[in-house]
């Protein structure tokens, strides 16, 4: 009896008497399948190959990710996230994928990832930090969770160190961004800088959550975090309720390109970063513009709770970026504000909104 079974290469080849031959493979394992298919022997030495495949990917590293991917810390994650972590085991599969769990909480397999770690940090610190705390967040998962023991690389060292929470934004970086934007980016601005909020956050709003005064956000990396609060309530300060006021209706969302469709995150970046470029603009990032609304709001009257209730912001990463900039940063709200109050006289602000 002649069978079709899935996961068989064919190989024909000429032999050097001139005859034609057939060989079969089995496609994982790499491993020559005696017989025809739906011999005996054929049915025998798939089985045996197919155990092989089961084996190898059970009790070792490589089922350890597989595992991950079917829990709830798994499903909170982004997709963006997700896609970046699969990036990452894919790497790890390779180098110690087959390793067995005895080995995953021996100090050897520590030293052998911590040596890579320095060697791969000397040219790439961020990106062998990011390797490595991917692999350390699945093997804390599997030490609380899991079938390991311990965790070895609990409290791995970084080679990559950022405190951005000195930087913001100054009126004069605002300024010259706004004198080369275009009108997406100058409406992106203006939501960042008025709300407070992550740039994820921000590609989402929607024009049903804005109620002619505030703007209803439920914000992403709390639901993330398996955390469902209540939305929050963002009043609008009188330049953002202008600006939203006459800003053309393109969409569903607030925020879209000039062809009225939502902004994709890859294509947003390029565009904030391009715009940047012009301005003259090379250190500061969209997400230094939360430091810079933490300084705005203090600067207004805003209890330390307000703002945080607001922006998201830990307690304690607020009161850092207020007690760095507060004082150094004299009447900045003031002036930040009379520069946005001026972007209100261009011809963009005053354009006639469009009905979707």
């Not at 940047?276 to 330390?304: M, N, P, Q, Y």
Request: aromatic share 10%; charged share 25%.
């Amino acid at each position: 009896m002649r069978v079709r079974m899935r996961g068989v290469n064919t190989v024909r080849a000429t032999l050097a008497s001139g005859q034609r031959a057939i060989y079969y493979y089995h496609r994982a394992t790499g491993v020559r399948l005696d017989g025809k298919p739906g011999s005996p022997e054929f049915i025998l030495t798939f089985a045996s190959a197919e155990e092989k495949t089961r084996n190898r990917n059970t009790g070792n590293l490589s089922s350890l990710f597989r595992d991950f991917e079917n829990t709830k810390q798994w499903r909170r994650l982004a997709e963006s996230t997700k896609s970046e972590y699969k990036r990452v085991f894919k790497f790890w599969d390779a180098e110690y994928g087959t390793c067995p769990y005895r080995a995953l909480e021996d100090k050897a397999f520590r030293a052998d990832v911590i040596k890579w770690h320095d060697r791969f940090s000397e040219t790439k610190p961020r990106e062998a930090d990011n390797r490595v705390s991917v692999l350390a967040r699945v093997l804390s998962w599997a030490a609380k969770d899991g079938p390991l023991k311990v965790n070895i690389l609990d409290g791995f060292e970084r080679a990559y160190s950022s405190d951005r929470s000195e930087i913001i934004w100054l009126p004069e970086h605002v300024e010259a961004f706004l004198a080369v934007a275009s009108p997406e980016m100058q409406l992106a601005m203006a939501l960042a800088l008025h709300t407070g909020q992550r740039q994820g956050d921000i590609l989402r709003f929607a024009w049903s959550a804005y109620n002619g005064s505030a703007i209803s956000i439920r914000q992403g990396k709390a639901k993330r975090l398996g955390k469902i609060p209540p939305p929050i309530l963002v009043p609008c300060t009188r330049a953002l309720k202008v600006t939203l006021d006459n800003a053309p209706r393109r969409a569903a969302v607030i925020l879209t390109t000039k062809t009225g469709l939502a902004f994709k995150k890859r294509y947003f970046a390029a565009q904030w970063e391009e715009t940047c470029k012009a301005a003259g603009i090379s250190e500061l990032h969209f997400h230094d513009i939360r430091g810079t609304t933490v300084t705005l709001l203090a600067e207004s009257g805003c209890t330390l709770p307000e703002i945080v209730s607001i922006t998201g912001h830990s307690l304690r990463t607020a009161q850092v970026i207020i007690e760095k900039y507060l004082k150094r940063t004299s009447k900045l709200a003031a002036s930040a504000v009379a520069k946005f109050e001026n972007v209100l006289e261009t011809d963009f602000a005053k354009r006639p909104a469009k009905q979707t």
